[in-house]
C-alpha cells in the first residue's frame, strides 16, 4: 500500500539539478541550541529540535536532488534513524521543495503548508514565470531557468491549522507573510524570538551571483524575480520587524542575530520601497 501511495507523488516536468552553489553550502549554522539553518547549495533549510533527539520538524526542503545531503545531514545531527515528525513548507518554490518527494518517501511523514500553496503541492497550477528584467544581477538573469510546475504530494500535503499553531512545535507561531508568493509563512517562537523567515525577506542579495556564492550578508527584501505581489511583501516585512526578533534564519543567507537584526530590519521595513522593490 505504501509504495502505491509513493507512486502519487512527483516533481514538475521541469524540476532539474541547478548547478549553482555558495562558500557556505553543506554548513549548519545555529541560533538557538534547538534551531538550526543547513545550507543546501543556496537555499537554508532549518533543523527544529535538540540534536540527538526524536520528533523534531524540518523546515523546508532545499534543491532538486539535495535528498541524500540532507538525510546525511539531519542523521548527524540527530542521530541515524530518528526521522523529523513532520516537514513544513514555508512555500511551494522549487529551491524549499526540491527533495520533498525523496524526503517523503525515505521518512513517510506528513508535510504542512498554508492553504494558498495548495495549488502548487497538488498538482493543479503552476506559479507565474520568474521576471528576469527586475535585476541586473546574474542569478535574476538565469532565473528563466527556474522551475515553476507544481509538484504532486498526493496524501502527504496537509494544511496548517488555521489558529496558527503548527503541529509537534508547541512553542512555535507560523505567521502568514505572503507577497513572494500567496501562501508564504513564517515561523516564530515568542520565547526567544527566533524567527524562521524563509523568503519574506534574505540576508544576502539573492539575484547577484557573486553574491549568493559569497553570502555576504546584507538586509534584502524577497527575492525579485519570483516576488509577485510587492504590498502584500512590504506589509510582511512590517508585520516581522514588528516582532523585534532576536534572531533569524531566512531562506537564503546567513543567519542575523540582536542588534544587527534589530537596525537593519527596522532600515528594510522603513525604506522598503528603496530597498526592495524592483526598479
Not at 209 to 235: C, H, I, S
Not at 250 to 259: A, I, K, N, R, S
Request: charged letters at 20%.
Amino acid at each position: 500500500m505504501e509504495e502505491k501511495q509513493h507512486d502519487h507523488l512527483s516533481y514538475g516536468s521541469d524540476y532539474h539539478y541547478l548547478p549553482v552553489t555558495s562558500l557556505e553550502s553543506g554548513d549548519i549554522h545555529e541560533v538557538a541550541s534547538d534551531v538550526a539553518g543547513y545550507t543546501v547549495q543556496i537555499v537554508n533549510i532549518c533543523f527544529v529540535g535538540m540534536p540527538g533527539q526524536e520528533g523534531w520538524v524540518l523546515v523546508d526542503a532545499g534543491m532538486p536532488g539535495s535528498a541524500d545531503a540532507i538525510i546525511e545531514a539531519a542523521e548527524r545531527r540527530f542521530g541515524s534513524g530518528k526521522k523529523p515528525a513532520a516537514i513544513v513548507l514555508t512555500h511551494g518554490h522549487f529551491d524549499h521543495v526540491g527533495a520533498i518527494v525523496e524526503l517523503i518517501r525515505h521518512w513517510n511523514v506528513p508535510v504542512y503548508a498554508h492553504l494558498a500553496e495548495m495549488p502548487y503541492l497538488t498538482g493543479q497550477e503552476s506559479y507565474p514565470e520568474p521576471d528576469p528584467s527586475v535585476d541586473s544581477g546574474l542569478v535574476a538573469k538565469m532565473s528563466p531557468l527556474f522551475p515553476v510546475r507544481p509538484i504532486q504530494l498526493g496524501e502527504y500535503i496537509h494544511t496548517l491549522p488555521e489558529d496558527g499553531s503548527i503541529p509537534y512545535l508547541p512553542h512555535w507561531k507560523w505567521l502568514h507573510t505572503p507577497g513572494h508568493t500567496g501562501g508564504h509563512i513564517s515561523l516564530f517562537r515568542e520565547r526567544d524570538r527566533v524567527l524562521i523567515a524563509g523568503d519574506a525577506f534574505v540576508t544576502v542579495k539573492q539575484e547577484s551571483l557573486y553574491k549568493v556564492f559569497t553570502q555576504e550578508r546584507e538586509m534584502n527584501g524577497p527575492p525579485k524575480y519570483l516576488t509577485t505581489d510587492w504590498e502584500a511583501a512590504r506589509q510582511s516585512v512590517r508585520k516581522l520587524e514588528a516582532l523585534k526578533p532576536r534572531a533569524v534564519i531566512t531562506g537564503h543567507g546567513m543567519p542575523m542575530q540582536d542588534e544587527e537584526l534589530e537596525k537593519q530590519l527596522a532600515t528594510l521595513a522603513e525604506h522598503f520601497n528603496e530597498m526592495a522593490m524592483p526598479h
